[in-house]
């Protein structure tokens, strides 16, 4: 009875379906990064962990859903037209927003100052925005022309599993990694 109810919410609210999808995906992203950076069971930071669900479930989810919906109001076909067309507007719309408020928000997360958030924006944007503009209009192509608009924030979500791995290890560099990565991309 409570999986059907489940399942019931999952069909009725799309944005729910995301929700959940989101704060699976971001977490394990984040202890994908971890692990790389070395750490194991006992020694993950749960905390981190924590703050990558609550921001993917709460935020990125809620965010792209409307994204979604106001893109397919604006273009309601699905061709490949179509898809490369909002697939240059996402780049140039939502997804620097997006990135920004991911380095803003997840350092207030982390109890870091306002200022001190912003400048984590301003040095850590450009470098990850040069990667994303080699990765999501592909993406986003292939999501706004073949898939059915019900399955695209869940298709989004499987696809960023990547993606998050690369943005929690962006979040976790210091200063000076990504200078050299930015002069990398340069």
């Not at 400048?119 to 592909?138: C, D, I, M, Q």
Request: glycine share 4%; with cysteine.
């Amino acid at each position: 009875m409570l999986w059907q109810n489940f399942k019931t919410l999952l069909t009725k609210y799309p944005v729910v379906r995301g929700m959940v999808s989101y704060s699976l995906i971001w977490p394990t992203s984040s202890l994908i990064q971890q692990t790389f950076e070395g750490k194991h069971w006992t020694d993950y930071d749960w905390w981190r962990v924590l703050r990558f669900s609550m921001y993917g479930g709460l935020f990125v989810a809620p965010t792209l859903y409307g994204w979604v919906k106001i893109s397919s109001a604006m273009w309601p076909q699905t061709s490949l037209r179509t898809g490369v067309m909002k697939a240059a507007v996402e780049s140039i719309s939502y997804t620097p927003a997006a990135m920004t408020c991911f380095f803003f928000i997840m350092s207030l997360l982390e109890l870091k100052t306002v200022e001190e958030a912003a400048a984590e924006v301003r040095k850590k944007f450009l470098p990850t925005y040069k990667v994303g503009l080699s990765v999501w209009p592909l993406v986003a192509t292939i999501n706004f022309s073949l898939i059915p608009e019900r399955n695209r924030v869940p298709f989004i979500s499987a696809c960023s599993l990547c993606w998050t791995c690369f943005l929690a290890y962006m979040k976790h560099l210091e200063a000076h990694e990504v200078d050299e990565i930015h002069q990398q991309l340069s």
